[in-house]
């Protein structure tokens, strides 16, 4: 990207609240892997999943989050 474009770029920040259950849920997934790396992995994708599906219903998707899923296993 060249230095003129780059000035037209303004940097977009938006603030996604993550509640407690959100935060549960991620530990919840953690907890089934048995490598650690991996599980901070799952915990932050998790984490993750939320952020996205807060922003894309503040853009007026419709999501199915609340449906339940299985926690993915170790593999």
Do not use: D, W
């Not at 303004?10 to 991996?38: D, G, I, M, S, Y």
């Amino acid at each position: 990207m060249t230095s003129t474009i780059k000035s037209y770029i303004k940097p977009l920040t938006f603030r996604v609240p993550l509640a407690l259950a959100a935060h549960r849920r991620a530990k919840e997934f953690q907890q089934h892997q048995a490598n650690l790396t991996k599980a901070k992995q799952v915990y932050f994708n998790t984490l993750a999943v939320y952020a996205v599906n807060f922003y894309l219903r503040c853009m007026g998707f419709e999501t199915n989050l609340a449906s339940p899923r299985e926690a993915p296993r170790s593999t």
